[in-house]
């Protein structure tokens, strides 16, 4: 703690990505929450002007209905920040839930559940998504719960090892020796201890998240058309990719930056609160 | 009446018909024999089953393996193919047939009467092909085997469209012996035999169809090709990639997009043809809220500009279409153009007068807290010519010209099925490959027809079609159908028709007979294509 306030958190500039990915962040923190402030309706097509380049009336371009490609890039900020802020937090959930109950339990459910996240991770989070997909039927919920279901392992895992570490420790102990009730002994006791590496750990599985969706939504699983996804607007766009590349290359490239934006930032956090947990 | 036709002179012309269109005498050569080829298709065929054909795009898979006792001629009209002529009886009840002798199918089994009389026999069974009975074969009563190379279909009235049917793909026979012991006979497949030129030999589900020359062909020459591979590249930038990369030497259903790369390329060629039927047209729901009110339907027309969206998809390559009646059709009716849609000013004043008065935060319009929805379900097999892009373009069109919410979907054929049958669709997509049109809008208009999916059931509208399809005479027939579209396109406002279907084909000039079916408009079989140097 003492170390911290010595030298307290400050952008130097011996870290420019950390500072560009923040900046970043924050633009598309910003499209998310208040998308008509960066832009205009991203639905609103103009038969006369598709597919044309990007200009300074059209920034990044039109799509081949006439859409404004950079009103529909921001507008789906929303859509990819939404899906994977809510994935996560189904992942999260799900997660510490299963995870406590491992490390909580006896051997054979301890087992048991370390099993099943071993099995559901050795199928690549795209496939184990796309399955959960082909039962529900393509839209926004089903992608959330499917790619929040295919990472749950991950977090499931570190819960359980950190509730192995808490539960023996002195106070955990001690609270069972002065009679605490089993659901205050993991409420007060147990929960709190085990969360520390988790906000980490979320902000880089945000991006994996991210990821997954757009891959999703490119397949058509995602938000149905005319939804601003960027997924799905790569995928609207590849037919065009010949005469209007930026129909498709600009929203991945808003992928690639909110997904290398996030996973630097969330490694640098590591790093700066590495065993501080 | 008496048709006798001089056999082999029609059967001259139309096997020279085959081989014509997109010839360039430059490039292919002189025909030659040998080679293999590959093709790379838009659509994958749902069925390999002739009698169940049901894609346009699939018809030139069709004719590889199997005949029919008719075909086309250039002018929409029938000449024998598997027959050697034919005779109507002169009260239009009876139509008898001389079959061409020594044909066998390609299992074996000889081509005889009784083999022609077993394939209707199969088409009759319940539950086989029932949109097939309901119209084409509404009126026919039997088959009789006259002798081994006569057969007699005998009608209950007189019918034009049986002879429609005969020269159908639906109408071409397989054989017998196959019919039984086809493994998944709905399917099709390497197990049904016919009498065609080449043999379906391998069917890898999602990636291509492989045919290889009938040694034991009929004809007075067997195909040019050894063999011919038809890849399925549903992507349209795919297959152009594919061609432009030289790993197919033809492929069908090129984009409007790319049409322009094709023709500039001095290694390859670009031929267009319209396609025969009707145009691709969108159905109103009749029989539900909102479009069971003509004002909303006659809105919905009116808020979409049709030439604006036509030319922002299809870049001026796409022929506008005023009728369901397709423009190449000598039903179609002129008249009807120019007579409506593209006015949001007339659009908005009939939507407040049928009561949708108010606006959502969307900017939708509603009526008593219902928002003004209609619902488009598009089944993916069926979805050609980026149609699901083009049904995006209205779905902005309408909502910004008027605050009409089109909600489409794109789905599998079992889902947009069922919600076809459950009555939960507001619009139908549909344009038909119809020799005969005649048979399209009696699938479509009439009351029994088995994709009515206006709903509308109007005995008027029926005793037109039904008088229609009972006339052999042209102009009669012509009069009949224009009253139709008058009242259905006109009147009633029940269709909003988009544009006149048609295909392209980008070859290597080194491909030479590859053109379009006659009459029916759409790309050839391969018995005339071949490879030159």
Same mark, same amino acid.
């Given at each position: 703690?003492?170390?911290?306030l010595e030298?307290?958190?400050?952008?130097?500039?011996?870290?420019?990505?950390?500072?560009?990915?923040?900046?970043?962040?924050?633009?598309?923190?910003l499209?998310?929450?208040?998308p008509?402030?960066?832009?205009?309706?991203?639905?609103a097509?103009?038969?006369?002007?598709v597919l044309?380049a990007?200009?300074?009336?059209?920034?990044?371009?039109?799509d081949?209905?006439?859409?404004?490609?950079?009103d529909?890039?921001?507008?789906g900020?929303?859509?990819?920040l939404?899906?994977?802020?809510?994935?996560?937090?189904?992942?999260?959930?799900?997660?510490?839930?299963?995870?406590?109950?491992?490390?909580?339990?006896?051997?054979?459910?301890?087992?048991?559940?370390s099993?099943?996240?071993?099995a559901l991770?050795?199928?690549? +989070?795209?496939?184990l998504?796309?399955?959960?997909?082909?039962?529900?039927?393509p839209?926004s919920?089903?992608?959330?719960?499917?790619?929040?279901?295919?990472?749950l392992?991950?977090?499931?895992?570190?819960?359980?090892t950190?509730?192995?570490v808490v539960?023996?420790a002195?106070?955990?102990?001690?609270a069972?020796?002065?009679?605490a009730s089993?659901a205050?002994?993991?409420l007060?006791?147990v929960?709190?201890n085990v969360l520390?590496p988790?906000p980490?750990?979320?902000?880089?599985?945000?991006g994996?998240?991210i990821?997954?969706?757009?891959?999703?939504?490119?397949?058509g699983?995602?938000?149905?058309?005319?939804s601003?996804?960027?997924g799905?607007?790569i995928?609207e766009?590849?037919?065009?990719l010949?005469?209007?590349?930026?129909?498709?290359?600009?929203?991945?490239?808003?992928?690639?930056?909110?997904?290398?934006?996030?996973?630097v930032?969330?490694?640098?956090?590591?790093?700066r609160?590495?065993?501080?947990? | 009446?008496?048709?006798r036709?001089?056999?082999?002179?029609?059967?001259?012309?139309?096997?020279a018909?085959c081989?014509?269109?997109?010839d360039?005498?430059?490039?292919a050569?002189?025909?030659q024999?040998?080679?293999?080829?590959?093709?790379?298709v838009?659509?994958e065929p749902?069925?390999?089953?002739p009698?169940?054909y049901a894609?346009?795009?699939?018809?030139?898979?069709?004719?590889?393996?199997?005949?029919?006792l008719?075909?086309?001629?250039?002018?929409?009209?029938?000449?024998p193919?598997l027959a050697?002529g034919?005779?109507?009886?002169?009260?239009?009840?009876?139509?008898?047939?001389?079959?061409?002798?020594g044909?066998k199918?390609s299992?074996?089994?000889p081509?005889?009467?009784?083999?022609v009389k077993?394939?209707?026999?199969?088409?009759?069974?319940?539950?086989?092909?029932p949109?097939?009975?309901?119209?084409?074969?509404k009126?026919?009563?039997?088959?009789?085997v006259?002798?081994?190379?006569?057969v007699r279909y005998v009608?209950?009235r007189p019918?034009?469209?049986?002879l429609?049917?005969?020269?159908?793909?639906?109408?071409?026979?397989?054989?017998p012996?196959?019919?039984?012991?086809?493994k998944?006979?709905?399917?099709?497949?390497?197990?049904?035999?016919?009498?065609?030129p080449?043999?379906l030999d391998?069917?890898?589900?999602?990636q291509?169809?492989?045919?290889t020359?009938?040694p034991?062909?009929?004809?007075?020459?067997p195909a040019?090709?050894?063999?011919i591979t038809?890849?399925?590249?549903?992507?349209p930038?795919?297959?152009?990639?594919?061609?432009?990369?030289?790993q197919v030497?033809?492929?069908?259903?090129?984009?409007a997009?790319d049409?322009? +790369?094709?023709?500039?390329?001095?290694?390859?060629?670009?031929?267009?043809?319209?396609?025969?039927?009707t145009?691709?047209?969108?159905?109103?729901n009749?029989?539900?809220?909102?479009?069971?009110?003509v004002?909303?339907?006659?809105?919905?027309?009116?808020?979409l500009?049709?030439?604006?969206?036509?030319?922002?998809?299809?870049?001026?390559?796409?022929?506008?279409?005023?009728s369901?009646?397709?423009p190449?059709?000598?039903?179609?009716?002129?008249?009807?153009?120019?007579t409506?849609?593209?006015?949001?000013?007339k659009?908005n004043s009939?939507?407040?007068?049928?009561?949708?008065?108010?606006r959502?935060?969307?900017?939708f319009r509603?009526?008593?807290?219902?928002?003004?929805t209609?619902?488009l379900?598009?089944s993916a097999?069926?979805?050609r010519?980026?149609?699901d892009?083009l049904?995006?373009?209205?779905q902005?069109?309408?909502?910004q010209?008027?605050?009409i919410?089109?909600?489409?979907? +794109?789905?599998?054929?079992?889902?947009?099925t069922?919600?076809?049958?459950?009555?939960?669709?507001e619009?139908?997509?549909?344009?038909r490959?119809?020799?005969d049109?005649?048979?399209?809008?009696?699938?479509?208009?009439?009351?029994?027809?088995?994709?009515?999916?206006?709903?509308?059931k109007?005995?008027?509208?029926d005793k037109?079609?039904?008088d229609a399809?009972a006339?052999g005479?042209?102009?009669?027939?012509?009069?009949?159908?224009?009253?139709?579209?008058?009242?259905?396109v006109?009147e009633q406002?029940?269709?909003?028709?988009?544009?006149a279907?048609?295909?392209?084909?980008?070859a290597a000039?080194t491909?030479?007979?590859?053109?379009?079916?006659?009459t029916?408009?759409?790309?050839?079989?391969?018995?005339?294509i071949?490879l030159?140097k």
């Amino acid at each position: 703690m003492t170390l911290a306030l010595e030298r307290p958190v400050v952008l130097r500039p011996r870290r420019p990505g950390v500072a560009a990915a923040s900046v970043f962040l924050a633009v598309a923190l910003l499209a998310a929450l208040w998308p008509g402030l960066l832009a205009a309706d991203p639905l609103a097509a103009d038969p006369f002007h598709v597919l044309e380049a990007p200009s300074a009336a059209h920034w990044f371009g039109t799509d081949q209905l006439g859409r404004d490609v950079f009103d529909r890039v921001v507008h789906g900020a929303r859509h990819s920040l939404a899906i994977g802020l809510a994935a996560v937090g189904i992942a999260v959930f799900a997660g510490v839930l299963l995870g406590l109950l491992a490390g909580l339990s006896h051997r054979f459910a301890d087992e048991a559940l370390s099993r099943s996240f071993d099995a559901l991770s050795a199928f690549p +989070l795209l496939l184990l998504a796309l399955l959960f997909i082909a039962i529900t039927g393509p839209g926004s919920v089903s992608l959330v719960v499917a790619i929040g279901l295919a990472t749950l392992p991950t977090y499931a895992r570190v819960i359980r090892t950190q509730t192995f570490v808490v539960r023996r420790a002195g106070y955990v102990t001690e609270a069972v020796a002065f009679g605490a009730s089993r659901a205050r002994l993991v409420l007060r006791h147990v929960l709190p201890n085990v969360l520390g590496p988790l906000p980490i750990l979320a902000m880089i599985g945000l991006g994996e998240a991210i990821l997954a969706a757009a891959g999703l939504s490119f397949l058509g699983m995602g938000p149905q058309p005319p939804s601003p996804e960027w997924g799905a607007m790569i995928s609207e766009g590849r037919g065009y990719l010949r005469i209007a590349w930026w129909a498709s290359v600009l929203p991945g490239m808003a992928v690639t930056l909110t997904v290398i934006s996030l996973t630097v930032a969330g490694r640098y956090l590591q790093r700066r609160f590495e065993g501080r947990a | 009446m008496i048709r006798r036709t001089a056999a082999l002179v029609i059967l001259a012309l139309a096997l020279a018909a085959c081989g014509n269109g997109g010839d360039d005498p430059e490039g292919a050569g002189s025909p030659q024999d040998g080679g293999s080829l590959t093709w790379g298709v838009e659509t994958e065929p749902i069925t390999f089953n002739p009698h169940l054909y049901a894609q346009a795009k699939a018809r030139l898979l069709v004719w590889n393996t199997f005949e029919g006792l008719l075909t086309h001629d250039q002018r929409g009209g029938v000449v024998p193919w598997l027959a050697t002529g034919y005779e109507a009886a002169k009260d239009g009840l009876s139509y008898t047939f001389k079959l061409r002798e020594g044909v066998k199918f390609s299992d074996g089994t000889p081509l005889d009467a009784a083999a022609v009389k077993a394939n209707i026999d199969q088409i009759r069974r319940p539950g086989y092909n029932p949109a097939l009975l309901a119209v084409q074969l509404k009126n026919l009563k039997d088959v009789e085997v006259v002798d081994p190379l006569t057969v007699r279909y005998v009608l209950t009235r007189p019918d034009v469209l049986i002879l429609d049917f005969i020269a159908a793909p639906q109408g071409a026979l397989v054989s017998p012996a196959s019919l039984e012991t086809a493994k998944n006979l709905k399917a099709g497949g390497p197990d049904l035999a016919g009498t065609g030129p080449f043999l379906l030999d391998r069917y890898t589900a999602g990636q291509e169809v492989h045919f290889t020359r009938n040694p034991g062909y009929w004809g007075e020459r067997p195909a040019h090709l050894n063999e011919i591979t038809y890849r399925f590249l549903k992507e349209p930038s795919v297959r152009v990639g594919a061609l432009t990369s030289g790993q197919v030497q033809v492929i069908e259903g090129v984009p409007a997009t790319d049409q322009q +790369l094709i023709e500039a390329d001095p290694r390859l060629s670009l031929t267009r043809g319209l396609n025969a039927g009707t145009a691709y047209t969108y159905y109103l729901n009749a029989s539900r809220a909102p479009f069971d009110d003509v004002r909303v339907r006659q809105a919905f027309r009116e808020a979409l500009d049709v030439d604006a969206v036509l030319n922002a998809v299809y870049r001026g390559t796409a022929t506008r279409a005023w009728s369901v009646v397709g423009p190449t059709s000598p039903f179609y009716d002129k008249s009807l153009e120019k007579t409506y849609s593209g006015d949001p000013a007339k659009a908005n004043s009939l939507l407040d007068r049928a009561g949708w008065t108010q606006r959502n935060a969307d900017g939708f319009r509603t009526k008593d807290g219902k928002r003004l929805t209609v619902r488009l379900v598009q089944s993916a097999p069926f979805v050609r010519d980026r149609r699901d892009v083009l049904a995006q373009a209205v779905q902005a069109a309408v909502k910004q010209s008027a605050g009409i919410d089109l909600e489409v979907s +794109l789905v599998d054929q079992g889902t947009a099925t069922k919600a076809l049958e459950d009555n939960e669709y507001e619009v139908f997509d549909n344009s038909r490959l119809d020799t005969d049109t005649g048979v399209a809008l009696n699938l479509l208009l009439h009351s029994g027809g088995a994709i009515n999916r206006t709903r509308v059931k109007d005995p008027a509208q029926d005793k037109l079609l039904d008088d229609a399809q009972a006339t052999g005479d042209a102009t009669k027939r012509t009069e009949l159908y224009r009253q139709l579209q008058q009242r259905v396109v006109g009147e009633q406002a029940l269709v909003l028709p988009l544009y006149a279907p048609a295909d392209q084909i980008g070859a290597a000039r080194t491909v030479g007979g590859v053109g379009f079916e006659p009459t029916a408009g759409v790309p050839v079989s391969a018995y005339g294509i071949w490879l030159g140097k």
